[in-house]
Nanobody
Framework: VQLQASGGGLVQAGGSLRLSCAAS????????MGWFRQAPGKEREFVAT????????ALVDSVKGRFAISRDNARNTVYLQMNSLKPEDTAVYYC????????????????WGQGTQVTVSS
């Protein structure tokens, strides 16, 4: 599967963005999907994950109540809705896929998109 992330940009603190990750090559429904982010000089960290049919999600504590992950298997796309953005959310955001489960560890994801930059100004 190939993944293409989009939707990043520059936004003021308190604003919103919706990231999209489009899959091609294989049906998205075969994969658990995740979003990760990497700020300059930091490790890539888990943000959110969603199971194959979108019935179950998990988010890192720092984004709970602000971010939501969803998917549309008919459109082969997974989304990350980001509200109430903070400067500390600034990072490159990556979508990732695996066939096995809802993991928070980046090493257990097999396929990665190219990343989309999110910059939140104060």
């Amino acid at each position: 599967v190939q993944l293409q992330a989009s939707g990043g940009g520059l936004v003021q603190a308190g604003g919103s963005l919706r990231l999209s990750c489009a899959a091609s090559g294989r049906p998205l429904s075969e994969y658990v999907m995740g979003w990760f982010r990497q700020a300059p000089g930091k490790e890539r960290e888990f943000v959110a994950t969603i199971n194959w049919r979108g019935e179950s999600t998990a988010l890192v504590d720092s984004v709970k109540g602000r971010f939501a992950i969803s998917r549309d298997n008919a459109r082969n796309t997974v989304y990350l809705q980001m509200n109430s953005l903070k400067p500390e959310d600034t990072a490159v955001y990556y979508c990732a896929a695996n066939r096995r489960g809802m993991y928070r560890f980046k090493d257990w994801y097999d396929y990665w998109g190219q990343g989309t930059q999110v910059t939140v100004s104060s």
